[in-house]
């Protein structure tokens, strides 16, 4: 499998989480891109998250944690240019559809976080990308994983992807 340049039959892909690490700076966000980059990372991930997508309207703390982190499209752009002059993959976790589409031109491929490994929609949207699939299995058993592998690959199929994904 490739993502990107890197060949991941010959090469391991270090990949630094900066998640919400930059806790809603993003000069910190940039500079921790920048710092990955020089440490010898081969990508940065980040967590594409719109608070009012991922929890109910109820739980106005973690809305407001949440929104505390949350970047702008504009931004992981930016993010995502930023990791292009340093030479180093972007990646960034999308939590809802409309994220997920946005990130696709932005992204070689896409991680999956292992809460939504049985959120099909968002599952079919990025496969429909074609773009390669780093799934997180989290506490899922091999069968859900399974059945995880096997969703993506029949969208893929139905759209004519010619993909591989190893389990």
Request: charged share 20%.
């Given at each position: 499998m490739r993502i990107a340049e890197c060949d991941l039959e010959r090469e391991v892909l270090v990949i630094a989480e900066i998640g919400n690490n930059h806790e809603g700076d993003f000069a910190l966000a940039e500079d921790l891109v920048g710092l990955a980059a020089r440490a010898g990372a081969g990508a940065v991930k980040f967590q594409t998250i719109v608070p009012e997508r991922l929890v109910g309207a109820d739980q106005t703390d973690r809305l407001q944690q949440l929104g505390r982190f949350r970047f702008s499209y504009e931004?992981?752009?930016?993010?995502?240019?930023v990791a292009a002059r340093e030479k180093?993959?972007?990646?960034?976790?999308?939590?809802?559809?409309?994220?997920?589409r946005f990130l696709a031109p932005l992204v070689p491929a896409f991680k999956i976080a292992s809460g939504d490994n049985t959120f099909y929609p968002l599952l079919e949207t990025v496969a429909r990308t074609g773009k390669p699939i780093i799934l997180?299995?989290?506490?899922?058993?091999?069968?859900?994983?399974?059945?995880?592998?096997?969703?993506?690959?029949?969208t893929w199929s139905a759209q004519g992807i010619a993909q591989e994904m190893a389990l």
């Open positions: 931004q992981f752009t930016r993010l995502s240019q180093i993959l972007f990646l960034s976790t999308p939590f809802d559809l409309e994220s997920a997180s299995t989290g506490l899922l058993d091999l069968e859900g994983v399974r059945q995880t592998k096997a969703y993506v690959e029949q």
